[in-house]
């Protein structure tokens, strides 16, 4: 019995027919995990014990009939998304034995699914980074090329579902962090709207960018863990009270004669010349599927990185002034308060998180606030308003994830603001705050995985999934696997 490449439609499909149980798929992708782990390191946390638990009652709920979405089907969870009882590190000293009290209102809908939990996954500390390298533990590796990195900060997530190491997994984007890791991978990422999917239990970044989304091997499955996890949470503020599509039912909506935007400002210099290609390639097949394909304009494109690392590290230097060793978290010994404080800080966070505090108090100071985060929000507020110049004269907007393939571990460690750029064509997306889906659409001449974003208007999963459902089996590329 060899699951790892099943799609989470699959395993449900198999589950149903009692072809296998659920304490048996369990098992065999811990075997996997104990094979494979050691190579990639996606994992911070497993919960063997528990997740055997749950498979257990998950079978006991199949055999009596029971019909729940994800019953039976082991999942990953990044490790800054809340699991009552699971240790909750975000990669950080920090938070280095942290466990909650409480499970993040994802969780909770997952468990109502059926779905099971192998474990936390790794990624960039408090979700700060593009390559999972500023781990506070470990890195971890591309399972296409165990040189490479698997993108950030949601690379445990991506690592995992590429490897085989789970059926599906949850990560957070702020700035790029599910769909660039998806693209280094060669796996399906999807940043929904902000405020499609609660943020309630998962640890703040920069909250007003923080999304939580799905990766996976197929965007069907990434549909239906949007259909679970999505939907009003009086918990979360930011959460819309909007009905939630059935994206599954959708994901064969007819859209010929729709029209696909390629903004102009994406090809420039920077772009890999295999990244370009594998767009303009990507383009034929959109053709091929009866949409038209028409060159749009996102004037402040290149304003995003400036605006986004201004905006992103104000709020989370407001977000991390909790972590001050009095109420929770890492503390260390000092001869008075201010010590305290100050030792805690410059021990319990690393070097990336750090330069990011400074930034983003610097940005919000007295007489440097109107010069760069009121600068940084107007910025903000135009490229929101390109896409929606944009998506006037479009249903979609298509560009590259990132303009490269994966990169080699420790290639741009040294030089923060070439790691940064690794976000360039994602960051417009959470400052608009539209959707974003990543899926593979082409490989490197060193058989590395690229990835083809595809954008649309605010709440608009629906249409977006059934675009990537409909070029992703005219490709087929989700057959293929990393030879691990």
Not at 111 to 121: M, S, V
Not at 228 to 255: F, H, K, W
Not at 273 to 293: F, H, N
Request: charged fraction near 25%.
């Amino acid at each position: 019995m060899s699951c790892f490449w099943d799609s989470l439609l699959s395993l449900r499909e198999r589950l149903a027919k009692k072809e296998l149980s659920s304490q048996e798929l369990v098992k065999h992708f811990f075997e996997r995990i104990k094979e494979v782990e050691p190579k990639v390191r996606a994992y911070i946390t497993l919960t063997e014990e528990g997740a055997l638990a749950q498979a257990k009652e998950a079978d006991k709920a199949l055999a009596a009939g029971e019909n729940k979405p994800l019953l039976g089907i082991p999942l990953a969870i990044k490790d800054n998304i809340c699991i009552r009882g699971v240790r909750t590190t975000c990669a950080s000293r920090m938070l280095e034995n942290f466990v909650p009290t409480y499970n993040a209102t994802v969780i909770e809908r997952l468990r109502d699914a059926g779905a099971i939990f192998l474990g936390k996954t790794n990624l960039d500390e408090f979700a700060m980074g593009s390559s999972t390298e500023n781990s506070a533990f470990f890195p971890t590796h591309n399972p296409w090329d165990l040189e490479r990195v698997p993108g950030g900060s949601s690379g445990g997530s991506a690592a995992a579902v590429a490897a085989g190491l789970c059926a599906g997994a949850l990560g957070s984007d702020t700035g790029g962090s599910i769909r660039q890791p998806a693209s280094f991978c060669g796996v399906v990422g999807l940043k929904p709207t902000y405020g499609r999917v609660s943020r309630y239990g998962l640890v703040a970044f920069a909250s007003s960018l923080d999304q939580i989304g799905p990766l996976t091997r197929t965007v069907a499955d990434t549909a239906l863990l949007l259909q679970v996890i999505a939907g009003p949470d009086n918990r979360d503020s930011t959460c819309v009270d909007q009905e939630v599509p059935d994206y599954l039912a959708a994901l064969d909506m007819d859209l010929k004669g729709c029209k696909v935007g390629v903004p102009k400002e994406y090809f420039g210099q920077g772009l890999s010349q295999e990244v370009a290609q594998a767009i303009e390639a990507s383009l034929e097949v959109m053709r091929d599927l009866g949409l038209e394909v028409k060159e749009v304009s996102l004037p402040h494109s290149p304003y995003a990185i400036a605006a986004y690392y201004i905006i992103a590290p104000a709020e989370a230097s407001s977000n991390l002034a909790r972590y001050d060793g009095v109420k929770y978290g890492f503390r260390a010994e000092g001869k008075d308060l201010l010590d305290m404080y100050k030792k805690t800080r410059s021990q319990g966070f690393g070097p990336e998180v750090k330069r990011r505090i400074m930034i983003g108090t610097y940005a919000l100071s007295a007489g440097y606030y109107d010069a760069y985060y009121k600068k940084a929000s107007q910025v903000r507020t135009l490229i929101t308003k390109d896409f929606a110049e944009a998506f006037k004269e479009v249903d979609f907007v298509l560009g590259p994830v990132a303009p490269s393939p994966a990169f080699k571990i420790g290639e741009r460690t040294a030089d923060p603001l070439e790691m940064y750029l690794s976000d360039i064509y994602t960051i417009s997306v959470n400052l608009a705050g539209i959707v974003g889906l990543s899926l593979p659409c082409a490989f490197s001449e060193k058989g590395l995985p690229i990835g083809l974003q595809i954008m649309g208007p605010h709440f608009s999963e629906e249409r977006v999934l059934a675009l990537g459902h409909q070029f992703e089996r005219a490709l087929g590329l989700f057959k293929q696997h990393p030879g691990l």
